[in-house]
């Protein structure tokens, strides 16, 4: 009798290893499919041809990507978002490249809860709009 009830013990052991395992391999595959999601949102952005000529016709915006003197971050963000509803913090990102992700990331946390603009999550990042 003792011999069975240490086989079934030596049995549930494996039975739990296993499972834990695969518990694992699933984790990493979750984990990098994460990765994969957030790469392809992170893509570089193509910049136009330094020597190709730029059209006569077309109006140049400069002020866009660039830093406004003597404007705050928070007025920067808050013109961005105006400017195109719907942005991601990803596409905010690329276009306010002199700011570090993290301030920006807890800059728009605090906008948010203090009902300056909206976020919504979309996918592994989020929708900005104003209010």
């Known amino acids: 009798m003792n011999l069975f009830f240490i086989l079934l013990l030596l049995a ?3 039975a739990g290893y ?3 395992q695969r518990l694992l391999k699933v984790e990493r595959e979750i984990r990098a499919d994460q ?3 957030v790469d392809e949102e992170e893509s570089p952005v193509i910049k136009p041809d330094p020597e190709a000529p ?3 016709s077309a109006p140049v ?3 866009t990507d660039a830093p406004l ?5 928070k007025d920067r963000i808050m013109l961005a978002v105006a400017d195109s509803p719907g942005l ?3 596409e905010l990102y690329a276009k306010l490249p002199d700011v570090e992700r993290r301030e920006l990331q807890k800059l728009l946390r605090e906008l948010d809860q203090a009902g300056t603009l909206r976020r919504e999550k979309k996918g592994s990042s989020y929708r900005l709009y104003p209010r």
């Open 69 to 73: 003197e003597g404007v705050g971050l």
């Open 18 to 20: 296993y499972v834990y």
């Open 35 to 37: 990765r994969a999601l």
């Open 12 to 14: 549930l052991i494996a």
């Open 54 to 56: 730029a059209p006569e």
């Open 88 to 90: 991601t913090q990803v």
């Open 61 to 63: 915006d400069d002020d």
